[in-house]
């Protein structure tokens, strides 16, 4: 595949980048330019070599089944692309960043127009077309026919076949014209591939997986099941194989559709289950409330519910984890957003430190990669991921993404 780095004679050229700029943001304050600074190389490497930038990202969500149209017009404003131009603008320095306020027509075809070699334009949302998610061939006709080439550097997005991800670029291949990956796309690549091409070098390989939902991760779980030596669960999933075990759950969460599933993968006898947890009888922090730990024999009782690993199995998990050669974790020990919940995932952050230089570690976005940042543990990985669903989405589908795949 070309990349960014490869594009040569580009000079005029005008450059549709696909960029995620899906940046937590309320009333037009940023809260964190992190994806916005993540995309920099790519950017000034083409207006380095005298392109015309055009920027394309979807923000927030538009639910474009709410029949009331002052409600869509309300997302719509909620979502805002105009103050991620200034925030991109101060990161340029020197730069011309402009902003297109229409997403199709003449003032979007006069912005473009009206570049200047080595500018840079930042369109309005992709998402307030309703078209985009459901990759309609005219829109993505419409934006392909501005670009002379296409350049994706949305990992964050690359799991979704949307117009501004998978139709233009296959539009514009189609003809003939250039489309390459940018820097962000090769680096995530590139370390995720490692979790899914596992060299005999990388064993043992340790999957550790948490968060909310088992059928969020079902696929992810069977596709780790091949691949690793050792799952490790925590999080709420983990009452889902406890309950499919006939443990004591308590109040514990659990998806009941999913227990079968439970028992089918914990089969495979490479998963292990917290031996304990820290329990409560209330999940509202600011309510009076009693909080133990328990051990998976004795059971959560009724009227509790497992909210974090417990210190046994913190130190069973760090074990494991001190052994592996490669890691790759998506989703929290427990409620990490609450103090009195925090310490397993630390714990798994902790582990991660440890073996720093002998293994390769990656954290697949997401929740897990917040509290890697929340907890200051982000330079100790190999690779922090941008995107949770991404990542997941290429281990569960073996490597393959929407957004890359019709790049080759
Ligand atoms: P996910 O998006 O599936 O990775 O889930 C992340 C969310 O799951 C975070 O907001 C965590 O607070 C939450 N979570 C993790 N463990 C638990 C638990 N034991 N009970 C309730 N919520 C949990």
């Known amino acids: 595949m070309l990349t960014v780095k490869d594009l040569t004679g580009i000079e005029g050229k005008v450059v549709y980048v696909r960029v995620d700029f899906n940046v937590p943001q309320k009333n037009g ?9 993540a995309a920099l190389p790519t950017i000034t490497e083409l207006t380095g070599k005298g392109a015309k930038v055009v920027l394309m990202s979807h923000l927030g969500k538009i639910k474009w089944k709410e029949p009331d149209p002052a409600k869509i017009e309300e997302m719509k404003k909620a979502n805002d692309m105009a103050p991620v131009a200034g925030a991109l ?41 309703k078209g985009e998610e459901k990759n309609n061939p005219e829109l993505a006709a419409e934006w392909a026919s501005l670009a002379d080439l296409f350049v994706m550097d949305a990992f964050g997005s690359s799991h979704r076949a949307h117009a501004s991800t998978v139709g233009v670029p296959s539009i514009l291949k189609a003809e003939g014209k250039t489309v390459a990956l940018g820097y962000l796309m ?10 899914v091409e596992v060299k005999d070098e990388d064993r043992p390989y340790i999957a550790i ?15 780790l099941s091949k691949k690793c030596d050792k799952i490790i669960i925590g999080g ?4 889902t194989f406890k309950k ?18 439970a028992k089918t993968c914990y089969a495979s006898g490479k ?3 917290p031996v304990d947890s820290i329990v409560s009888d209330n999940f509202d922090e600011t309510a009076p409330r009693t909080i133990k730990t328990v051990t998976a024999a004795e059971g959560i009782p009724a009227g509790f519910e497992g909210l974090d690993i417990g210190p046994k199995t913190q130190e069973l998990y760090k074990a494991e984890i001190a052994k592996a050669k490669l890691v790759f974790w998506n989703g929290p020990m427990g409620v990490f957003e609450q103090k009195d919940f925090q310490a397993g995932t630390i714990a798994v952050c902790e582990a991660i430190a440890g073996i720093k230089g002998q293994a390769f570690t990656v954290c697949g976005g997401g929740d897990s990669a917040s509290a890697v940042k929340q907890f200051g543990f982000k330079s100790e990985f190999s ?11 290429m281990i569960e589908n073996d490597g393959h993404l929407p957004g890359v795949d019709v790049l080759k």
Do not use: W
């Open 271 to 273: 998963i292990v289950l």
């Open 29 to 37: 304050v940023i809260r964190d330019n992190n994806r916005i600074k």
């Open 186 to 195: 090769i680096k995530e690549v590139e370390n995720l591939t490692r979790c």
């Open 236 to 239: 709420a999933m983990a009452y």
């Open 383 to 393: 690779h922090v991921s941008t995107g949770g669903g991404a990542s997941l989405e």
């Open 244 to 261: 499919a075990l006939g443990e004591e759950i308590g109040n514990s969460p659990f998806e009941a559709d999913q227990l079968e599933y």
């Open 89 to 129: 603008a101060e990161l340029v320095p020197g730069t011309t960043v402009k902003f297109c306020a229409a997403t199709r027509g003449e003032e979007l075809k006069a912005a473009v127009a009206g570049l200047q070699n080595g500018e840079i334009l930042l369109c309005q949302n992709t998402r307030y077309e």
């Open 209 to 223: 997986l948490g968060g909310f939902k088992v059928s969020d991760k079902i696929k992810v779980i069977e596709t």
